[in-house]
């Protein structure tokens, strides 16, 4: 319902999910620009964009020098600023 909100003046989030046809490019990147301005209306993606995006982070990782690989029992703190929805 539209009176939902704890914030009247807030909007609402958007309803469409982003599907991988429109993020991704001919070349296979991403839009970051597009999937910024979704996340900031509250906006989802469809599992396969997810994952993708998740799999080509990955090997792009992986290449770094700056991975650590490390012996359990480890403790690791961090956090994500809660910019994301």
């Known amino acids: 319902a539209k009176d939902d909100r ?10 469409n999910v982003l599907q991988s ?18 996340f900031m209306k509250e906006g989802r993606i469809d599992i396969a964009a997810a994952k993708r995006i998740v799999t080509e982070a990955r ?6 020098p700056n991975i650590l690989e490390i012996t359990a029992p480890a403790i ?3 956090d994500i600023h809660g910019q994301f929805y």
């Open 21 to 38: 046809a429109l993020l991704f490019d001919s070349r296979g990147m991403p839009s970051h620009e597009l999937l910024r301005n979704h």
């Open 76 to 78: 690791i703190v961090g």
């Open 59 to 64: 090997k792009v990782l992986e290449k770094e």
């Open 6 to 15: 704890v914030v009247k003046t807030l909007p609402r989030p958007t309803d």
